[in-house]
């Protein structure tokens, strides 16, 4: 599979390499460009090879120069498409974990079938708010964020997360054993979320599955990935979270979430999963 920051990386690319033809169809060196441009010509080679983003006004100067002034607006509109494919945390949490729970709402009223794999957590749609506490308060001190809103993140969670009750969505949830015995809170915490997971994965819009740690598997443990209906895959890194567009990168994941979805249990064997990890919990 790509790697999950490629798409945002490739479409940064696409737009450095029509910079880098409009220079050489106008013979202009990279020398050149940049002192028409009123730059070092170290920054049009970092355009030119995608490592810097060009701003708005760098690509205007930058087709005016090499008279083409009629494809600035496209490609500024291209370049916005690739930096926006690749959100870094730091921006998405500055007005802090409530407002980035809260800004999902609209979005998930408009998707009909929610897929969530994931190799870390209880998907967020299945978390209960002490649980979702405890993950969102991990967040908060690993990114230093001045105001610790952790606690109101998780309430508007779990408000969020009552769309599973709603008509006309569907959601297909899957996650590896290992979730169940990763200890996220206290012992309390833990066993609450876990005798959630049993009633909340028998209701009728959640297909619920869990991959046992003994299966024989076609795919191995990947990055917790969501995709909403075949439009959008969400993939989130340690640094950003990163918005999945291109069609054929999607027909890859939903290949992985297939393959995935045929190696998990459902039903009483998955409960019987999820018993023994509270039992566990002594």
């Given at each position: 599979?790509?790697?999950?920051?490629?798409?945002?990386?490739?479409?940064r690319?696409?737009?450095?390499?029509?910079?880098?033809?409009?220079?050489?169809?106008?013979?202009?060196?990279v020398?050149?460009?940049a002192?028409?441009c009123?730059?070092?010509?170290?920054?049009?080679?970092?355009i030119?090879?995608?490592r810097?983003?060009?701003?708005a006004?760098?690509?205007?100067?930058?087709?005016?120069?090499?008279?083409?002034?009629?494809?600035?607006?496209?490609?500024i509109?291209?370049s916005?498409?690739?930096?926006?494919?690749?959100?870094?945390?730091?921006?998405r949490?500055?007005?802090?974990?409530?407002?980035?729970?809260?800004s999902?709402?609209?979005?998930?009223?408009?998707?009909?079938?929610?897929?969530?794999y994931?190799?870390?957590?209880?998907p967020?749609?299945?978390?209960?708010?002490?649980y979702?506490?405890?993950?969102?308060?991990?967040?908060?001190?690993?990114?230093?964020?001045?105001?610790?809103?952790?606690?109101?993140?998780?309430?508007?969670?779990?408000?969020?997360?009552q769309?599973?009750?709603?008509?006309?969505?569907?959601?297909?949830?899957?996650?590896?054993?290992?979730?169940?015995?990763?200890r996220?809170g206290?012992?309390d915490?833990?066993?609450?979320q876990?005798?959630?997971?049993?009633?909340?994965?028998?209701?009728?819009?959640?297909?619920?599955?869990?991959?046992?740690?003994?299966?024989?598997?076609?795919?191995?443990?990947?990055e917790?990935?969501h995709?909403?209906?075949?439009?959008?895959?969400?993939?989130?890194?340690?640094?950003?979270q990163?918005?999945?567009?291109?069609?054929s990168?999607?027909g890859?994941?939903?290949?992985?979430?297939?393959?995935?979805?045929?190696?998990a249990?459902?039903?009483?064997?998955?409960?019987?999963?999820?018993?023994?990890?509270?039992?566990?919990?002594?």
């Open positions: 599979m790509t790697l999950p920051s490629s798409s945002a990386q490739s479409a690319e696409v737009v450095a390499r029509r910079l880098r033809d409009l220079r050489k169809g106008a013979g202009l060196t020398v050149e460009l002192s028409g009123g730059w070092h010509h170290a920054k049009t080679s970092r030119e090879n995608a810097t983003a060009p701003t006004t760098d690509i205007r100067l930058w087709c005016r120069t090499a008279g083409a002034g009629d494809q600035a607006e496209d490609l509109a291209q916005l498409h690739a930096e926006s494919m690749y959100s870094e945390w730091r921006h949490t500055r007005s802090g974990l409530r407002q980035l729970q809260d999902a709402v609209a979005f998930f009223q408009q998707t009909e079938l929610f897929r969530v994931s190799s870390s957590l209880v967020g749609l299945l978390q209960t708010e002490g979702a506490a405890a993950v969102l308060g991990m967040s908060a001190r690993f990114r230093d964020l001045p105001v610790d809103d952790s606690a109101a993140a998780a309430r508007a969670r779990v408000a969020r997360s769309i599973i009750h709603e008509r006309g969505h569907r959601f297909v949830l899957l996650m590896e054993e290992a979730v169940l015995r990763y996220i206290d012992a915490t833990m066993a609450a876990l005798g959630h997971l049993l009633s909340a994965g028998a209701l009728p819009a959640v297909s619920l599955g869990i991959i046992p740690t003994t299966a024989e598997r076609d795919q191995w443990p990947r917790t990935f995709v909403y209906d075949d439009e959008l895959v969400s993939v989130e890194l340690v640094s950003a990163v918005r999945i567009t291109q069609p990168e999607i890859l994941y939903l290949r992985a979430f297939e393959q995935m979805r045929q190696t249990v459902y039903g009483a064997e998955a409960r019987a999963l999820v018993v023994k990890a509270i039992d566990a919990l002594g």
